[in-house]
């Protein structure tokens, strides 16, 4: 989705069209993704339900928050590939309904799903990750035996191939927002930091901004500069993951810094919200992409 495929002026710092709604941070400059009262709903599932969320250009962003909580319906109206149908929403101050082209040419995406078919098998997937690696088609049943035995043992190292390669390409595009949405989910501990380094390299050289989901409290901890916890459509907890422990610690009254984990916990109570009809849904949607993944 980082290859634009409709013409249009191409990426600014501004947009003319203007509606007079005050997104822009220190000095004018329009934050990186600013969401105000966005909302989405399917059918009568409120997905996402009154949000407003700045990310600053610059930063890395976590939007965290419990299975169903909304964030991937957020991160796909901010890509535009969800229309906005109440609310607005924003990139370096494009009007993600208005300047859909602009907006798709400032940011690179990693989605949740990956992109090979739900329905396909085990098997059917590898051999369709052969064809992407252009792998000659004589070698492609050798590979697909060789990476089924693979999984078998260890489970995870294709689905780190398969997660470098997916933010390889988002990143062909030198975009200055990159969203990803659980990058890490279904790695290992090793193939996890390696994600994170690489995204860190890119940072260091370009300024890149970094909106990114995750269930892993650790990887938020370690590597957001702000994090936003998301429950019933809403952020209901914005800061760094240090003020937000603090802040749990001083509402406790504990002498103990509680851990991020702590902090989800305590907002997000159980971790899956029953009441959003799509729970269990949820859950066996991300254990597919775990699945995948590795
Ligand atoms: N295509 C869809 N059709 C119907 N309902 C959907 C669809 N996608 C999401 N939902 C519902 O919208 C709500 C928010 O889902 P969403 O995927 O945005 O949550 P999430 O925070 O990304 O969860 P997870 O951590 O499991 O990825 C859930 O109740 C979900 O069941
Ligand atoms: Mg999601």
Same mark, same amino acid.
């Given at each position: 989705?980082?290859?634009?495929?409709?013409?249009?002026?191409?990426?600014?710092?501004?947009?003319?069209?203007?509606?007079?709604?005050?997104?822009?941070?220190?000095?004018?400059?329009?934050?990186?993704?600013?969401?105000?009262?966005?909302?989405?709903?399917?059918?009568?599932?409120?997905? @996402?339900? !009154?949000? =407003?969320? +700045?990310?600053?250009?610059?930063? %890395?962003?976590? &939007? *965290? #928050?419990?299975?169903?909580?909304?964030?991937?319906?957020?991160?796909?109206?901010?890509?535009?590939?969800?229309?906005?149908?109440?609310?607005?929403?924003? @990139?370096? !101050?494009? =009007?993600? +309904?208005?300047?859909?082209?602009? %907006?798709?040419? &400032? *940011? #690179?995406?990693?989605?949740?799903?990956?992109?090979?078919?739900?329905?396909?098998?085990?098997?059917?997937?590898?051999?369709?990750?052969?064809?992407?690696?252009?792998?000659?088609?004589?070698?492609?049943?050798?590979?697909?035996?060789?990476?089924?035995?693979?999984?078998?043992?260890?489970?995870?190292?294709?689905?780190?191939?398969?997660?470098?390669?997916?933010?390889?390409?988002?990143?062909?595009?030198?975009?200055?927002?990159?969203?990803?949405?659980?990058?890490?989910?279904?790695?290992?501990?090793?193939?996890?930091?390696?994600?994170?380094?690489?995204?860190?390299?890119?940072?260091?050289?370009?300024?890149?901004?970094?909106?990114?989901?995750?269930?892993?409290?650790?990887?938020?901890?370690?590597?957001?500069?702000?994090?936003?916890?998301?429950?019933?459509?809403?952020?209901?907890?914005?800061?760094?993951?240090?003020?937000?422990?603090?802040?749990?610690?001083?509402?406790?009254?504990?002498?103990?810094?509680?851990?991020?984990?702590?902090?989800?916990?305590?907002?997000?109570?159980?971790?899956?919200?029953?009441?959003?009809?799509?729970?269990?849904?949820?859950?066996?949607?991300?254990?597919?992409?775990?699945?995948?993944?590795?």
């Amino acid at each position: 989705m980082t290859q634009p495929e409709e013409q249009d002026p191409g990426p600014g710092r501004t947009t003319d069209e203007s509606t007079g709604v005050a997104d822009g941070g220190a000095e004018g400059v329009a934050d990186a993704v600013s969401c105000a009262s966005l909302s989405y709903a399917f059918g009568d599932t409120k997905a @996402v339900d !009154g949000l =407003d969320l +700045a990310v600053r250009e610059g930063e %890395v962003f976590g &939007l *965290l #928050g419990p299975n169903g909580a909304g964030k991937t319906t957020a991160i796909r109206c901010v890509t535009t590939l969800l229309p906005v149908p109440a609310g607005k929403v924003r @990139v370096f !101050g494009h =009007d993600a +309904a208005k300047e859909r082209m602009a %907006v798709r040419r &400032l *940011l #690179g995406y990693v989605p949740q799903q990956l992109s090979a078919d739900q329905g396909l098998t085990g098997r059917e997937n590898v051999a369709l990750f052969a064809r992407v690696f252009d792998v000659p088609r004589r070698e492609r049943a050798a590979r697909v035996a060789q990476a089924l035995a693979a999984d078998r043992l260890a489970g995870t190292y294709s689905g780190g191939m398969i997660r470098r390669l997916e933010l390889a390409q988002a990143l062909v595009s030198a975009p200055r927002l990159l969203i990803l949405d659980e990058p890490t989910i279904g790695l290992d501990p090793i193939a996890r930091t390696g994600v994170w380094e690489h995204i860190n390299a890119v940072r260091a050289v370009t300024g890149m901004t970094v909106l990114v989901t995750t269930h892993y409290m650790d990887e938020a901890d370690q590597y957001c500069d702000r994090v936003g916890l998301m429950h019933r459509g809403r952020i209901r907890a914005l800061g760094t993951p240090a003020e937000l422990r603090r802040g749990l610690a001083e509402h406790q009254g504990t002498d103990t810094l509680p851990t991020l984990e702590d902090v989800f916990r305590a907002i997000a109570g159980s971790g899956l919200d029953d009441t959003s009809g799509g729970g269990f849904r949820d859950v066996r949607s991300t254990r597919r992409t775990a699945h995948r993944v590795g």
